[in-house]
C-alpha cells in the first residue's frame, strides 16, 4: 500500500512546483483562505461568468416553479444562485469545507468581512433584462437570496 504525506506550506500561497511522491502529484497547497479566493477571482465579473450566468439565466427560466435548488460543491461562491433565486423556494448550499460556507454565512447575516456580490447581481438582472440595475434592484435581489437560503 502507496503512503502518502501532504506537503506542508506555511501560507496559502502555492510552492513553485508541486511534489510528487511514488509518482502521485501532490496538490502544493495546504491552506485554503476563502477571502483571498474571492478577492482574486470575483472582484468583477470576468468572460467566463458572463457567459455562464447568461446561461444560467436563461436556463432557470424553464424550471418548473417554485423549485428547491441544491448547488453542490459551491466553495465560498454565491454568483450562480442570483440567476435561479427567482424560481426557487428554497436554495440549499453544499460544500465540504466549513471555511467557505463560513464565508456565505457572513455574507448572508452581513457581517463583515463579507465579499461584495453586487457585480454579479448587477450582471445577473442585466440578463433578465433590466437595462441598468440601481443600487435598490441589487439590494433587492440580494435580500431575496438572504431568505431563500436555508
Not at 435548488?69 to 428554497?90: D, K, M, Q, R
Request: charged share 20%; net charge negative.
Amino acid at each position: 500500500m502507496m503512503q502518502m504525506s501532504p506537503m506542508i506550506r506555511e501560507s496559502g500561497s502555492p510552492s513553485t512546483s508541486p511534489t510528487a511522491v511514488n509518482g502521485v502529484v501532490l496538490s502544493p497547497w495546504v491552506s485554503w483562505s476563502p477571502q483571498e479566493y474571492l478577492a482574486g477571482y470575483y472582484r468583477f465579473v470576468e468572460p467566463d461568468e458572463i457567459e455562464t450566468i447568461r446561461f444560467i439565466s436563461q436556463a432557470s427560466r424553464r424550471l418548473k416553479v417554485p423549485a428547491n435548488i441544491l448547488v453542490f460543491g459551491c466553495g465560498p461562491t454565491l454568483h450562480h444562485v442570483f440567476p435561479i433565486a427567482p424560481y426557487a423556494s428554497e436554495i440549499h448550499l453544499a460544500d465540504y469545507l466549513p471555511g467557505n460556507l463560513d464565508q456565505i454565512r457572513a455574507w448572508i447575516e452581513q457581517r463583515a468581512p463579507y465579499h461584495d456580490w453586487s457585480a454579479f447581481v448587477r450582471y445577473t438582472l442585466q440578463c433578465e433584462g433590466v437595462a441598468e440595475p440601481d443600487h435598490d434592484d441589487v439590494s433587492l435581489r440580494e435580500a431575496m437570496v438572504r431568505r431563500k437560503i436555508t
